[in-house]
């Protein structure tokens, strides 16, 4: 018997791609994941994911295995020179924090439950229009539809010769996991709710930044935020004595993520003329790389990857041609991402979040947005 389900080729094992795909999967399609990484696993610390985003983990069924390692903090809490900006409860917003290593092993289990096969060591090279793809061995493969999730330098995007900005910020952050060793902290600062988000900004005399993200009972997420041009405060691995002089009370996990090599990437919004291209669309970093202000960078891929899913699904089920489809999902979805790349650029040139309060208005618009609501795009009369 011939398989007669719709077929997807997706470049990139990350967060977008396999949300994509196990979305995709559970929609009735044939789908490969590929990742060109000999592993499969995620790079980097920690994240913070918005309703948006748990909106569509809910959808794929992820939910139990995600909140088993993850948590809410009481409050996000902004310190400027130590001295606490705010603390916002965040009523009624959903989020939750975790180990980015705990959302890729829960998207993958997600993925390879709904049958999702996911070839890890295959690189795409380059896709057509056409819904062909190619990989390094120089095998070709085609696809009723082609999805770029491949990052940042993504080869789909690159081969398609899309129009692209680059916009850069003078900013930049290391991150690290470490052991939460709350009691140290405790007696180092009492006062402290160690179980917050806590914001560390200090912009006088130097600016150096500690973003302290709890991810779970055992798991601290930290980000070192400090200017490109201060070589000491980006170095990794990072400048332990220095760290401690502006963040005593942080020592005991300053300590921790010195041992650590760590990378330290300048901030950068990536931003494309258009997202797809024919029967290729890009989702992610290839498309919408932003500044993590926001913490948006995978919420949006992951809401981009559910919304493509659905918006292709319908379009052939329609018998409408996919490409005139995908367009229409572009011009519906990317204002949500636009809003929060472009804020989230606005926060890393001001450093406007060292003021505390960020969390209202446009600041939480994408945050707020529930991409599996079908109404969602309704106009409702005033
Ligand atoms: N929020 C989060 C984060 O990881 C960073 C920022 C804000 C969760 C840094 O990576 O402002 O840079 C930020």
Request: proline share 5%.
């Amino acid at each position: 018997m011939t398989d007669s389900r719709h077929v997807a080729e997706i470049s990139g094992g990350g967060f977008a791609g396999l949300t994509a795909a196990t979305a995709l999967a559970q929609m009735g399609w044939s789908v490969r994941v590929h990742e060109q990484a000999s592993e499969l696993r995620a790079e980097g610390a920690g994240i913070v994911l918005w309703n948006n985003s748990l909106q569509v983990l809910d959808k794929i069924g992820a939910k139990p295995d995600l909140e088993s390692r993850s948590m809410t903090p009481p409050a996000y809490e902004t310190r400027m020179n130590n001295v606490i900006q705010s603390q916002e409860t965040l009523d009624g917003i959903r989020w939750r924090t975790m180990t980015r290593p705990h959302l890729h092993q829960t998207l993958l289990t997600a993925a390879r439950e709904s049958g999702v096969e996911v070839i890890a060591g295959s690189a795409v090279t380059g896709a057509a229009p056409d819904g062909t793809i190619t990989l390094a061995s120089g095998e070709t493969a085609t696809a009723d539809l082609v999805i770029g999730a491949d990052g940042v330098t993504s080869a789909v995007r690159d081969s398609l010769s899309i129009p692209m900005t680059r916009q850069r910020s003078g900013d930049g952050i290391s991150r690290f996991l470490v052991p939460r060793r709350k009691a140290e902290l405790l007696a180092l600062e009492p006062e402290t709710e160690w179980d917050n988000v806590i914001d560390f900004w200090n912009l006088y005399p130097r600016v150096l930044r500690v973003l302290y993200t709890p991810a779970n009972d055992e798991e601290l997420y930290l980000a070192l935020m400090s200017p490109s041009a201060d070589a000491d405060g980006s170095r990794v691995p990072i400048d332990l004595a220095l760290w401690i002089s502006i963040f005593p009370q942080l020592a005991p996990v300053l300590e921790d993520a010195a041992k650590i090599q760590g990378r330290y990437y300048g901030y950068q919004t990536t931003r494309l003329d258009r997202w797809t291209e024919g029967k290729v669309a890009l989702i992610g970093d290839s498309a919408h790389a932003m500044c993590p202000a926001l913490a948006q960078g995978a919420g949006t891929a992951m809401q981009n990857a559910w919304t493509l899913a659905v918006a292709a699904t319908e379009a052939l089920a329609a018998g409408v041609d996919l490409p005139a489809a995908l367009t229409e999902w572009e011009r519906l979805e990317r204002p949500y991402t636009d809003i929060a790349q472009d804020r989230s650029q606005w926060y890393a040139d001001t450093r406007e979040m060292a003021k505390g309060n960020q969390f209202t208005g446009e600041s939480v618009v994408t945050a707020l947005y529930n991409p599996t609501d079908p109404h969602r795009h309704e106009v409702h009369a005033a």
